[in-house]
């Protein structure tokens, strides 16, 4: 089993919409939890990270993160063409390696 | 402020053959992490220095390694290259190696024939 899974789509989605993606964890020891968005041939950007359960906002995004069911989302309201990429769930262990999903791809139909 | 930056961008070797990557840091990190991405498996992370130490390592052979020089610039190594090596090599940098300050380069694109 890996230590984070993701559901990598693709998802394609009409403008406008709410997209919710997600990724789950075998590890409970896992201590920050980011998402990072991936444009074609760029590296990964961050775009949230959080260390405690709860929902943390900042803008059209919002990071969740259930630690009791080993379970991470990110949302994405009023979705525009920009936001067209693959979005990469990632967390850390207590020794600090990073461990990544496999990613999902998303698409934004204007 | 300048990015993180890796060259080359694009790199075709042959099975057996050798490669060297390298990366500059965002001015003032000093940690540098390497990962390899491909379609199957995702990001995985290889290993991270920090003020030319190896820090923490990722599960790949001793055919892959590193090392940090002191303006912090980093550089990894494949040796015996084999055609499962293929793969997006990305390094990220940050000032002290935490979750939040960490930037990613665009990345070097490996081909092994």
């Known amino acids: 089993q890996k230590e984070v899974e993701q559901d990598p789509g693709p998802l394609s989605v009409p403008e406008g919409a709410i997209v919710s993606l997600n990724c789950t964890y075998s590890n409970s020891a896992f201590q920050y939890f980011m998402w990072y968005r991936q444009y074609s041939r760029k590296g990964p950007e961050l775009l949230m990270y959080t260390y405690s359960s709860g929902n943390k906002e900042d803008g059209r995004f919002t990071a969740q993160v259930d630690k009791s069911s080993k379970y991470i989302s990110l949302f994405i309201r009023d979705s525009q063409p920009s936001d067209s990429a693959t979005y990469l769930c990632a967390m850390t262990s207590p020794g600090n390696q990073f461990y990544f999903g496999t990613g999902t791809s998303l698409t934004v139909i204007p | 402020k300048a990015g993180v930056t890796q060259t080359p961008r694009y790199l075709i070797k042959t099975r057996g053959q050798q490669v060297t990557l390298s990366c500059s840091p965002i001015s003032g990190h000093r940690s540098v992490s390497w990962y390899q991405q491909t379609p199957g498996q995702g990001l995985q992370f290889l290993f991270e220095?920090?003020?030319?130490?190896?820090?923490n390592k990722g599960n790949f052979p001793g055919r892959f390694s590193g090392r940090q020089f002191s303006n912090s610039r980093s550089e990894m190594n494949v040796s015996t290259l084999e055609l499962g090596d293929s793969a997006l090599y990305l390094c990220?940098?940050?000032?002290?190696?935490?979750?939040?300050?960490?930037?990613f380069g665009p990345g070097t694109r490996l081909l092994v024939l």
């Open positions: 220095y920090f003020s030319e130490t190896q820090r």
């Open positions: 990220a940098s940050s000032y002290s190696g935490g979750a939040e300050t960490q930037y």
